[in-house]
């Protein structure tokens, strides 16, 4: 029997009714969504005991939404539009196992991994998969590729048997698993996770299990190639992504000769012009040094001979200064970091892809902006001023706030707002770290706050007279906090200019760097006294950190933005806010993600509990005049 639901308010209802034995909930709903319901579901069992499989239903199967849907207590995905073939599996799958063993069953991934294994093998050749990972080429580039698989595969085989007549298990394990990725490519996926047992079993030197696995392998070959044969393909449709004009020529460096015939059609089908592939890395930088035009280089990372470290040393070095895109089947993290390598040898990197490259993956990279034109540098080196000229702004009164909305993470409802320091100086905004930071070094930060916030203050009472009953953060600095008169300072401000005290936070960064720590414990204590909520700013950075969130009393935790803008594509980072989002949950901190700058972003925070977000995805900080404005039509 099934049970049918239009949202997930109404099926977490129905299954606290009880008697499910497995739920499937489509991923994004409005209100309650896929990922909401199975976080509420997994909550509640805390208490009541059991797991109940929940299966995600989605459109998106990149392996960034899939760690979320796990991270959410999801145990599985299921393809949109559903196949009925998948869908039998999958119950198959979930409901045929034994419910206890089912309890037991974390959204660990290697449980999920052993899961997926497990299941009836895989399909001989997915035709849904290989339409996702070349779109749609013609047909005859379709079988040309697979063909070009079996032929490699059928090529390496003699190598492999010898591997395991010489019972050496290094040997086997590296070629089966080449042969597992490039299998997976073209959606072989019983060959795939037939070689990935055997590389299992050869590391660990199980070499019986291998050969019993090997026969198999031999005629899950056989099958792909008669699978292939058979295939029905759609004809081609062109589609054309590229965001500016397409690059003329391209260059990319991949050991793998079916994923280098993968990507040639790829972006064929994109639009791009010519392509050259080659399958090592010297020998790409001695064409990027003979030709002239290239505009795009793809690089894989891990290559016999050079590898891919070493290749991007040598390009930064060279005068290549067209894109670049790192494609790897590496883990993650590493490309991560290989990412910021190349970005920190200054080149022009437009974005990373996790092999097997997806069609939907590329696309979405080839149409974002090009890195150069979405990140500018954002402070010149050039730039100093002096405290002098401070001073001289301050007389001047050139110094200005603006104020960037915090809004709520499920609703977007606007709920306070940050006072941001703002400084044009002879016609060019002098960026705030830069003056901030020269105030705070010359002693001039307490009267330069003096200014800054009186005028925040005032903005606030405009907002609020216009009717927004607004939060309104300002941000303290370290420097200031030892200064005892601080407390006495913002008391007569707020009785000045009749701010409510209540509604006032204050953000404070690099508590740890603070000399006078008694004092700052002294002026601290007093602000909170007074009813001010302190919030702790730029967590996870510098001294920034756990230790100062047990010594002060904060209320409030905000996310670096270094964690959260882009932190989607970023293992790590999304596990930096994961574990803050859960720690600030148990201190009972209320949570702010600044630099949300996507959607994607927002999703992220989102779904992993944050309570407010700010970020130029909401909006940039303005004047207080455009504010209301914006309020205005937030609010209609
Ligand atoms: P902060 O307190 O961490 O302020 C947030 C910064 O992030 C602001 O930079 C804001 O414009 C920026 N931001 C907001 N949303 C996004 C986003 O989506 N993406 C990115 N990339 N950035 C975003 P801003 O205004 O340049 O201020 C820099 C820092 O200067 C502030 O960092 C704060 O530490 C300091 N500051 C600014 N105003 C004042 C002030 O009045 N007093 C003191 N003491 N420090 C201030
Ligand atoms: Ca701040
Ligand atoms: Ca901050």
């Known amino acids: 029997a099934a049970e049918l639901a239009a949202d997930g308010a109404a099926a977490m209802a129905r299954w606290q009714a009880g008697g499910h034995a497995l739920i499937l909930a489509d ?39 899939l760690a979320l849907c796990r991270q959410a207590g999801m145990d599985d995905a299921l393809p949109k539009p559903i196949e009925l073939d998948d869908l039998r599996r999958m119950l198959e799958h979930w409901l045929g196992q034994a419910a206890p063993a089912v309890a037991q069953m974390p959204a660990s991934r290697d449980r999920a991994e052993a899961a997926m294994a497990a299941r009836p093998a895989g399909a001989t050749l997915d035709v849904g998969h290989l339409a996702r990972i070349v779109g749609n080429a013609d047909a005859k580039q379709i079988r040309e590729l697979v063909d070009l698989f079996t032929a490699t595969a059928r090529g390496d085989l003699p190598a492999c048997r010898r591997a395991l007549d010489g019972r050496d298990g290094q040997a086997l394990a590296l070629a089966m698993h ?112 003979r030709r002239d035009g290239i505009d795009l280089l793809i690089s894989d990372l891990n290559m016999p001979g050079m590898d891919g470290i070493e290749f991007l040393r040598r390009v930064a070095a060279s005068d290549y200064r067209g894109e670049l895109i790192l494609a790897s089947g590496v883990e993650d993290r590493l490309l991560q970091t290989a990412a910021e390598f190349a970005r920190a040898k200054g080149l022009n990197l437009r974005g990373t892809l996790n092999k097997p490259v997806t069609r939907d993956a ?72 830069l003056f901030i930071a020269t105030a705070e070094s010359h002693g001039l930060i307490g009267q330069l706050s003096e200014v800054l916030i009186t ?41 000045a200019t009749g701010f409510r005290a209540e509604h006032l936070i204050l953000e404070i960064t690099e508590t740890g760097l603070m000399a006078d720590m008694t004092t700052a414990l002294d002026v601290m204590s007093r602000l909170r006294l007074k009813g001010f909520k ?63 700058e996507t959607q994607a972003d927002l999703d992220l925070v989102r779904g992993l509990g944050c309570d407010l977000v700010q970020g130029w995805f909401v909006a940039k900080a303005m004047p207080v005049e455009s504010l209301s404005g914006w309020l205005r039509e937030q609010a209609s």
């Open 27 to 65: 991923r994004n709903m409005p209100g309650m969504d896929g990922l909401a319901l199975a976080r509420a579901v997994r909550a509640n069992e805390k208490d009541r005991g059991g797991h109940v499989p929940i299966i995600a239903i989605t459109a998106v199967q990149n392996p960034e939404d």
């Open 178 to 289: 080449k042969l597992k990725s490039s299998a997976r490519m073209v959606g072989a996926l019983r060959f795939a996770s037939l070689s990935e047992a055997i590389e299992n079993a050869a590391r660990s030197e199980r070499l019986d299990t291998a050969t019993t696995l090997y026969a198999e392998l031999v005629h899950a070959l056989d099958d792909v190639e008669a699978a292939v044969a058979r295939l029905a393909l759609a004809p081609a449709v062109a589609v054309a992504a590229w965001r500016g004009p397409p690059p003329r020529l391209v260059l990319m460096v991949d050991d793998d000769p079916v994923a280098r015939r993968q990507m040639g059609i790829l972006l064929g089908g994109a639009g791009a012009g010519e392509v050259l592939a080659l399958d090592d890395a010297a020998a790409a930088l001695a064409e990027l040094a």
């Open 362 to 433: 590329l696309l979405a990279l080839l149409s974002r902006p090009s890195a150069q034109s979405a990140a500018p540098h954002e402070t010149e080196m050039d730039d100093v001023v002096s405290p002098d000229e401070i001073l001289e702004g301050i007389r001047r009164d050139e110094f200005e706030i603006h104020f960037q909305p915090k809004v709520d993470a499920a609703t977007l409802r606007p709920v306070g707002v940050e006072a941001l320091a703002r400084w044009q100086r002879g016609g060019r905004a002098v960026p705030p770290d």
């Open 455 to 495: 005028k925040a203050l005032l903005g606030g009472c405009r907002l609020a007279e216009a009717g927004h009953s607004l939060a309104l953060s300002v941000n303290i600095s370290a420097h200031w906090l030892s200064d005892v008169r601080l407390p006495e300072f913002i008391m007569a401000s707020i009785q």
């Open 534 to 596: 302190l919030s702790i700013d730029d967590f996870g950075m510098g001294y920034s950190s756990l230790e100062q969130l047990q010594r002060f009393p904060f209320g409030e935790l905000k996310l670096d933005r270094g964690f959260v803008r882009g932190a989607a594509e970023k293992p790590a980072a999304r596990a930096i806010l994961a574990a803050t989002l859960e720690m600030a949950g148990k201190l009972k901190l209320s949570t702010v993600a600044e630099g949300v």
